[in-house]
């Protein structure tokens, strides 16, 4: 089944120790979002990517970044994790054209913890 | 610019009772209106979405009404299961890439 895979789900870092999270898609679709979502809170969109075009968000930290190396794959780079990026993080997908709507497909979310 | 409100929850119900989940929106012209689900511990799960005035989707009893007219995308089912309990977003999406999200409700369904 075509579908959206997120590394690992759950991930444990030390404060400040620098982190990757992964998402892959079988869906072949041309925009990739990451997505922080604090407890009991709705989705954050962080960035993403429409093809290559990297967005970020006006309010996302510095701290974030991302990386899609192909269509298939893309990642979360926290630099130095503070105790306030704890949360789950999803990756979303979806075909779109320019100025047209289409439906996003989530992943199963990284869990992320900070000590 | 474009909104979703969301009725706050939790929302308790009894198993086999009726579910509604208000939501409404705030946007111009004609935005795709879509639900999602989340299970515990999961990411978001589509669950139905809408794309023009008087459309209705539906997918595993559930059902909502794009109703332009009150700007409105209620979802609804008729017999709530305890396996339905989870976190439900309403939200749309609008000439750009990003979905904008409701705040999401509780429903919690006990036996």
């Known amino acids: 089944d075509a579908m959206v895979i997120q590394n690992p789900r759950y991930q444990v870092t030390q404060f400040g120790k620098p982190v990757t999270l992964s998402c892959s898609q079988t869906l072949n679709h041309n925009v990739m979002y990451w997505y922080q979502q604090k407890s009991s809170q709705a989705p954050k969109l962080l960035f993403h990517y429409y093809d290559k075009d990297f967005n970020n968000e006006a309010d996302t930290p510095d701290n974030f970044q991302s990386r899609r190396p192909n269509t298939s794959f893309c990642f979360l780079d926290i630099r130095s994790p503070g105790l306030g990026d704890a949360a789950m993080y999803l990756c979303a997908t979806s075909r779109a054209q320019r100025g047209g709507p289409d439906t996003q497909y989530f992943g199963p979310g990284t869990r992320l913890t900070v000590l | 610019g474009n909104s979703v409100t969301q009725m706050e929850g939790p929302v308790t119900l009894s198993e086999e009772a009726f579910l509604t989940i208000n939501c409404t929106y705030t946007?111009?012209?004609?935005?795709?209106l879509f639900w999602y689900v989340q299970y515990p511990g999961e990411g978001l799960q589509l669950l139905l979405k809408?794309?023009?005035?008087?459309d209705k989707g539906s997918n595993k009893g559930f059902e909502a009404t794009y109703r332009k007219e009150t700007t409105s995308f209620h979802l609804e089912k008729g017999s709530v299961q305890v396996s339905d309990s989870a976190v439900y977003f309403c939200a749309l999406h609008q000439n750009t890439d990003k979905l904008i999200f409701g705040t999401g409700t509780r429903l919690q369904v006990f036996p």
């Open positions: 946007a111009t012209g004609y935005p795709s």
């Open positions: 809408a794309t023009k005035a008087d």
